[in-house]
C-alpha cells in the first residue's frame, strides 16, 4: 500500500500562469478529495469524486477551478490564470466509501506559489 | 454549515507532561477524525473515531456524540508531538469532512 500520491510537491509560478496538481489516491479508495490550506488555517474543502463522478465542489471553487478524475483513478486539480491569492497548500486525500465514508488518508501536498 | 471549535488554539509543555485537546461541534455527525500535521505539512491519521474511546499507545480519544465534543489526550508528551492538532468532521454519509482551525502544540526539551 503506497499511500496518497501528489505531484509536484512544490511549484513556483509567476501571476496569470496556468498550473495542475496530480493526485493518486489509494488503489481500491473511490471517493477521492481536494482541499486547500493556507497559512495557520485548517484544510477548506474544495471538491471530491465518488469514482469518476464529481459529487461535490465548494464555493470556493472558482470558475479558473477544474478538477477531473477521469476513470476513477488519479484526479487532476488545474488551476487557471492564477493569481497571488491562490498561493496555498492543496492537499489530495483518499477514503474507501462504502455503508460508511471510510477513514480519510492524505497526501504530503502540493504547494503552490504565486509570484 | 456546520461549525467545528478546538481548544485551546495554543499548548506548551515541558517533556513528560500531559495535555488534553478538545473539539466542539455544532450539529449531529457522521464521522469524526484527528489528525497530526507535522512540520512538513503532512496530515497524519490519529484516531478515527465517530463515537466511544480508543486508544494507541501515549494517545487516547474520547468522542461523546450525544454531547457534541471530542478529546484528545496526549500523555507523557515528547518533543516529536509537535505540531497541529486538527479534527475534522462529516456531517452526513457522503459530504465533506470540515475541519477546526486546530491547536498548535509545542513540546520543549
Known amino acids: 500500500d503506497t499511500g496518497v500520491s501528489q505531484d509536484p510537491r512544490h511549484k513556483i509560478t509567476k501571476r496569470g500562469q496556468n498550473v495542475t496538481f496530480r493526485c493518486d489516491p489509494i488503489?481500491?479508495?473511490?471517493?477521492l478529495y481536494w482541499y486547500r490550506q493556507t497559512l495557520g488555517q485548517g484544510p477548506e474543502f474544495l471538491t471530491y469524486?465518488?469514482?469518476?463522478?464529481?459529487?461535490?465542489k465548494s464555493r470556493l471553487l472558482s470558475d479558473r477551478f477544474s478538477a477531473e478524475r477521469p476513470k476513477g483513478s488519479f484526479s487532476t486539480l488545474e488551476i487557471q490564470r492564477t493569481e497571488q491569492g491562490d498561493s496555498a497548500m492543496y492537499l489530495c486525500?483518499?477514503?474507501?466509501?462504502?455503508?460508511?465514508?471510510?477513514?480519510?488518508?492524505f497526501g504530503e501536498g502540493s504547494r503552490l506559489t504565486v509570484l | 454549515g456546520i461549525q467545528v471549535e478546538q481548544s485551546p488554539p495554543d499548548l506548551i509543555l515541558q517533556e513528560g507532561a500531559n495535555s488534553t485537546l478538545r473539539c466542539n461541534f455544532s450539529?449531529?455527525?457522521?464521522?469524526l477524525q484527528w489528525f497530526h500535521q507535522n512540520p512538513w505539512g503532512q496530515l497524519i491519521n490519529l484516531f478515527y473515531?465517530?463515537?466511544g474511546t480508543k486508544q494507541n499507545g501515549r494517545l487516547s480519544a474520547t468522542t461523546v456524540a450525544t454531547e457534541r465534543y471530542s478529546l484528545l489526550y496526549i500523555s507523557s508528551s515528547q518533543t516529536t508531538d509537535s505540531g497541529v492538532y486538527f479534527c475534522?468532521?462529516?456531517?452526513?454519509?457522503?459530504?465533506?469532512?470540515?475541519f477546526g482551525p486546530g491547536t498548535r502544540l509545542s513540546v520543549l526539551p
Open positions: 475534522a468532521v462529516e456531517r452526513h454519509y457522503g459530504q465533506n469532512f470540515v
Open positions: 450539529d449531529s455527525v457522521n464521522n
Open positions: 473515531i465517530p463515537s
Open positions: 469524486f465518488q469514482n469518476e463522478a464529481q459529487l461535490e
Open positions: 488503489s481500491e479508495h473511490n471517493r
Open positions: 486525500a483518499s477514503s474507501l466509501g462504502g455503508a460508511n465514508t471510510g477513514e480519510l488518508f
